[in-house]
């Protein structure tokens, strides 16, 4: 050091100095350019400063198929990417690295600023948009409404009202007119009812076709799509200027939150009042009057509602979609289900909590087509701390890291050469028979419904509406798609089918001595 130091200031050697310049300024652009590629790992092409920008763009209309093809051939599983806008990101199909994030080092993965800035004004401080000890407490709390008895009892008596009462004369009517309409958006409005219902114990009738459509809902689905769009904007910067300004999108997504909080806020009003003037606590089961009563403050009251509603209005009505649409395609699978939730039997199977859990079929052609068509395609958490996934890969603080249950849905490793093939009898423990036992499947492998200690809490409560849904209507009827086509799905906060699902319905007859065979697809890529 000390020599550099006489060498750097002896005036009569300019050329010396010159070159232990010039090699200093090379080795710190050379430690420069291998931090970047070292932490680069297996990725597509990128460049220093736009990083894979210009390929990302290439791809931007199918980012999840980019993502499986990088993933297949990324020897572990797990791709880095660089992009201008965006923090350093690892997209992982790896179950080792899953299990990593989600349980062993859950504390240093939460979902972090940049997630909840992106959702910030329109969940608050609910528990889809918190970390930490909020977190915790909020969880705490739901867990308990969530597993208690009643509430799954309270679903079931939603889904009865609302699919006896609205769902299945909807349906006769689409069957005698012979009328087209979209499945999709049919039970996205039947899902919100009902998550409606049982967290705010109020009947929003969005499902029914003489009444206007429910303000919240419009709103509702404005503050998601244009969350979502934020999330998937290239170039963060361009909404957060667009937010400050108040203009654009951004002007629109402000008037959206402040219709959602003023109606949700009026609801809790009227609540209480009820409850203090007839305190009704003992009769009302729904979550906002369990919240009340717990005594808790509105604003933590309509930020844990609004987590709630939007956690379950989209996800379920987007699985039984997919799923209806699958079985379009595989009709004698369809037949098989139909003989189990019911058809053909002199009466229609009651469906109790108990009946719903015994349909394992059913549960198995859920599965399936969730791992086809996962309603949350990616989820990403934000690191606090330098660290290494099991695989190898370097994490640092700030990275976001995605794991990725549409990318791991589709890999040879985990389900076989067959996996782009819907097989509801790969979740059986012996596949071969008709329907056994169902197969227990590691979370980490299949994290639909996210695992670890931040697992899915209406797991339970969406299988119990999506069973009852789709038994409700294949006892009954035949859901025909108008289109051959192979839909398009769109991954947003949740993922749908563009443009919805238009369908022709049918009674369900019996078919004498029918053999069609099953028409296998292959879904690849879209
Ligand atoms: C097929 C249907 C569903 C799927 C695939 C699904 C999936 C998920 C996933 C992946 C997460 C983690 C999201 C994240 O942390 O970013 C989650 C969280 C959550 N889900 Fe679901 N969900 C479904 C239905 C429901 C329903 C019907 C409800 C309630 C009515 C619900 C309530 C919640 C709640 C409250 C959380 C937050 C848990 C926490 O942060 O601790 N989900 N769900």
Redo the contacts with the bound molecule.
């Keep these: 050091m000390e020599t550099l130091f006489s060498l750097l200031t002896l005036p009569e050697c300019p050329s010396i100095i010159q070159l232990l310049m010039l090699i200093y300024l090379f080795l710190l652009i050379f430690h420069h350019f291998w931090q970047f590629y070292k932490f680069s790992g297996n990725g597509p092409k990128t460049y220093p400063f736009i990083g894979c920008l210009i390929s990302f763009y290439k791809n931007r209309r199918r980012l999840l198929d980019w993502y499986t093809e990088m993933l297949t051939s990324s020897t572990s599983q797990t791709i880095v990417i660089h992009r201008f806008g965006a923090p350093r990101t690892i997209v992982t199909a790896n179950p080792e690295n899953v299990e990593y994030m989600l349980r062993i080092n859950f504390d240093n993965f939460p ?1 972090g600023k940049p ?1 909840t800035q992106i959702l910030g004004d329109f969940l608050g401080r609910g ?2 948009n ?1 970390d930490g000890e909020l ?1 915790r407490t ?2 705490k709390l ?1 867990s308990h409404e ?1 597993s208690a008895r009643s509430v799954k009892e309270l679903m079931v008596n939603a889904l009865h009202e609302e699919v006896e009462n609205r769902l299945l004369p909807f349906l006769d009517k689409a069957v005698k007119d012979r009328e087209e309409l979209d499945l999709q958006e049919v039970l996205r409005r039947l ?1 919100f009812d009902l ?1 409606c219902k ?2 705010l114990g109020i009947d929003l009738c969005c499902l029914d076709p003489s009444r206007p459509i429910s303000p919240l809902l419009t709103a509702f689905d404005k503050a998601s799509e244009i969350c979502a769009r934020r999330g998937a904007a290239p170039v963060f910067l361009i909404w957060q200027i667009k937010r400050l300004f108040g203009v654009g999108s951004e002007k629109e997504l402000k008037k959206a939150v402040g219709e959602i909080h003023k109606f949700i806020v009026e609801i809790i009003g009227t609540r209480k009042t009820k409850l203090i003037e007839h305190k009704e606590s003992e009769n009302e089961n729904d979550l906002l009057s369990r919240l009340i009563s717990a005594g808790h403050e509105d604003e933590f009251i309509r930020d844990m509602i609004i ?3 939007m ?3 989209d ?2 009505s ?2 039984m979609t997919w799923l209806f649409w699958l079985l379009s395609r595989h009709q004698k699978i369809e037949e098989g289900l139909a003989q189990e939730v019911g058809f053909g039997k002199e009466e229609n199977i009651l469906l109790s909590y108990e009946s719903l859990k015994e349909m394992r079929l059913l549960e198995a052609c ?1 599965c399936e087509s ?1 791992r086809l068509y ?3 395609s990616w ?2 958490k934000h690191a606090i701390e330098d660290d290494i996934l099991p695989d190898g890969t370097l994490v640092r603080s700030g990275d976001r890291v995605t794991y990725f ?1 549409y990318g791991m849905g589709r890999l040879e490793a985990l389900w076989g050469e067959d996996r782009f093939e819907f097989k509801p009898n790969r979740w059986f423990i012996e596949p071969d028979k008709e329907v056994g036992e169902l197969k227990k499947v590691c979370p980490f492998e299949y ?4 695992a670890g ?7 339970d ?3 119990i ?2 069973k009852y849904v789709v038994a409700s209507i294949l006892s009954r009827f035949e859901i025909r798609p108008v289109s051959p086509n192979q839909p398009i799905f769109v991954p947003l906060l ?1 993922a749908h089918m563009d443009g919805g699902l238009r369908v022709l319905v049918q009674r369900r007859e019996r078919k004498t001595g029918s053999s069609e065979p099953n028409q296998v697809i292959k879904l690849g890529s879209q």
């Design positions: 979902k997630f528990i889809f918190v977190w909020q969880r739901a969530f899902a998550v049982v967290s987590s709630f509603v956690a379950g209005r996800t379920t987007a699985a859920l969730m996962p309603p949350i989820d990403s249950p994290p639909i419904f996210q200690p931040r697992v899915c809490l209406g797991k409560m969406a299988f509406q999506m949740t």
